[in-house]
Every structure is written in C-alpha cells, then in structure tokens.
C-alpha cells in the first residue's frame, strides 16, 4: 500500500524566523490559496487543516482551497461537543460532495482544559472521550443509515434523525483520530478509519501500534496508522544539524519563558522522551520539544533528504501507511520537500511494495 503524505496549510503568513504553528491570525484569501496550490505542486496527497478555539472555521477553509486545486485532499480538525453531531455529519458529508470527495475528517476531543474552556466546553478529560463515542456513533449512523434512526446517550439524544446528503466517499468520509490516553485509545479503535500518531522513537511507536491494534481487534477493526514529523534538511548532515539548532535559537529568542504545563497525554509521553534523551533512532531529534510547549508535531527527523526519507520509509516498515511532514519555514519547506524529499519517500516505499509482492 502506499503511503500518503500529509501536509499542513494555514490561512494567513505566519510571523518571521521559525514557525512551530502555522494555523491562527486571520484570512488572507491570496496566501491560503497560493499554500493549498504549493502542496498539490509538491506532489502532497493532502493537507491537515487544524483547529484552534480562536482559528479560522475548517470545513470553509477546506472547501476555499479546493476550489484553487484538483486533487489535493483536505483533513479538518474537528472537535466534538460544539455542535450537534446530526449537523456536522451533514456538514462534512456537503463538503465532501461539493470537493468531489476530497474531505477527510480529523477528531480531536480536546487539548488542555483552558483552550476547551474558551469554547465553553467544561467536561473533564475522560468525559470528553464519552461524549466523542457518542458522538462518532451518531455521525457514523447518519451517513449510513437508510431510514430514520433514534439514539439515547449522556450527552445527545435524536429522535428520528435522518441525512438526505450523503459524502462523495463511500461508506463514508474517512475518520482519523489522535490520543494516547487508556481514554482515547479505548474510543479511537472503536471509531477511526486512521489512528493519528506523534513521531516517537520507532519501539515506543511499535508498542503503541501493537496497543491500539489490539483494542480494535475487540471490534473486529483494523485501523490503518499516521505519523506526524518535522524534517530538518540539508545537502549535508553537518548543515542539517546546524540548520537544526539554529531554528532552536531562533524559537528560543521569540518565545516566551513560561513554566511547561503538559495536559495531554501525547505531550506528557514527548516530554519524558526529551528528559530522557535528545536524539532517537539516529535522526530523531527531540530538541525542540519543551520549547513549543510540547504541543503538537515537534519532534524531528535531521539529516540530508536520503538520510530523512530513510527514517520515514522505517516508519512504513512498521506499519505507517501515512506521515504528516512540515517544516518551520512553512511555505518554502512545501516546495524543497516536493523537490527533494517526497520522490524519495515514494521511491522507497515502492521498493519495499515490490518486494512485498
């Protein structure tokens, strides 16, 4: 199977130096489509389009850019409890009409408390991950179902709900879900299409595999597996690492000196990762972790593009059919990808097809 290769766009120019975050600030309409077409120009399968509480609405995004492109497709970040599942079941399921089936749904039941809180969403963790179950059941139904159903949970109940619309994608848009807490796991092997991972060193990524693998077994489920990474390229090793610790410096001038308050369980598991060590599996680089807060895709692959399209094609040996690669010079890193990186990864993950067959 090949791999699919994820990018990530955001809807205005991030500031100067280097970027950990590219979603936030507001609309330009020019840069959104000029980033979407630089990713379907680099040869990405797709973009991710995150989700803040103060960020720009997904779905919208997701369909303006595809208007601009043909076949890039667009996974949207969508957060659980804000509306009714009923809603965004028809949501998704016009917009991926509307793109020719070019949606992909990314669930993600929250982050820390205080940016939940500033959507007015106060359930604790765990109840967060039962509402989602909930939740996912309701949006799996109304894309499938052929007549009018009910449903009675804790957080939602519907009485005879229905969709007329149904997504271009059949049996319906795809579900990628992220979370390594016993909560998250629990709920995502029940529901996901495609189980979102962050880039920890290749044994902690195989035994989170062999985890979640196991829980969807319950269910007769195999999900497939994607992992996110920052590649930090250059013609040389040497010149990679340099590029590498001055992207630190540079994050490290601009950002500000808080105390670290890791919630999720995601970030927690980096965390002890980098106290324990800076670099894994010879390029994995996790220097930047604390520094961005330990938020989100921060951790590395340093080296030259073969060194790096090695490292990803030993994630595909472990069963990654998917890697979600961005840099820290948003726009420029798209093309120097496309022209360095991706042929690479393409190529040596079709050599491994073929030795497969």
């Given at each position: ?26 609309i330009d309409r020019e840069y959104l489509r000029r980033f979407a077409q630089a990713h379907e120009q680099a040869g990405f399968d797709s ?153 920890e060193p290749r044994a902690s990524v195989k035994a989170l595999i062999d985890r979640i693998s196991a829980e969807a077994a319950r269910y ?114 798209v093309t120097e990808f496309g022209q360095e990186l991706i042929p690479r990864i393409r190529a040596l993950v079709a050599e491994r097809e073929?030795?497969?067959?």
């Open positions: 199977m090949p791999m699919n290769i994820l990018g990530m766009i955001g809807v205005a120019p991030p500031g100067g130096g280097a970027t950990v975050h590219v979603i936030g600030g507001g973009v991710l389009v995150g989700y803040t509480s103060s960020s720009a609405e997904g779905f919208q995004v997701a369909q303006y850019a595809a208007a601009y492109t043909e076949q890039l497709n667009f996974l949207v970040a969508h957060r659980p409890g804000f509306v009714m599942p009923t809603l965004a079941a028809r949501t998704a399921a016009t917009c991926d009409t509307l793109t020719g089936g070019r949606l992909w749904l990314h669930i993600i039941s929250g982050t820390a408390d205080a940016e939940q809180q500033r959507d007015g969403d106060w359930l604790s963790h765990d109840e967060r991950y039962v509402r989602t179950d909930e939740y996912l059941e309701i949006l799996r139904r109304m894309w499938t179902a052929d007549k009018p159903f009910n449903f009675e949970g804790r957080y939602y109940s519907v009485k005879k709900a229905f969709s007329e619309v149904r997504s271009a994608q059949q049996p319906h848009v795809p579900i990628y879900f992220g979370g390594a807490s016993d909560a998250a796991i629990r709920v995502g092997a029940r529901h996901a299409d495609v189980y979102a991972l962050f880039g007769n489920r195999q999900p497939r597996f994607n992992v996110s990474l920052r590649p930090i390229i250059a013609p040389t090793e040497g010149a990679a690492w340099d590029k590498a610790r001055g992207i630190l410096a540079r994050l490290e001038e601009s950002s500000p000196r808080l105390p670290l308050k890791v919630e999720a369980e995601f970030s927690r598991r980096l965390t002890r990762l980098a106290d324990a060590q800076e670099v894994y599996d010879e390029r994995l680089w996790m220097g930047l972790v604390k520094i961005s807060g330990a938020s989100g895709n921060t951790t590395a692959l340093v080296g030259t593009p073969e060194q790096v399209a090695e490292s990803i094609a030993a994630y595909y040996d472990l069963g990654m059919r998917g890697v979600l690669i961005r840099g820290f010079d948003p726009f420029n890193d073929a030795q497969a067959a």
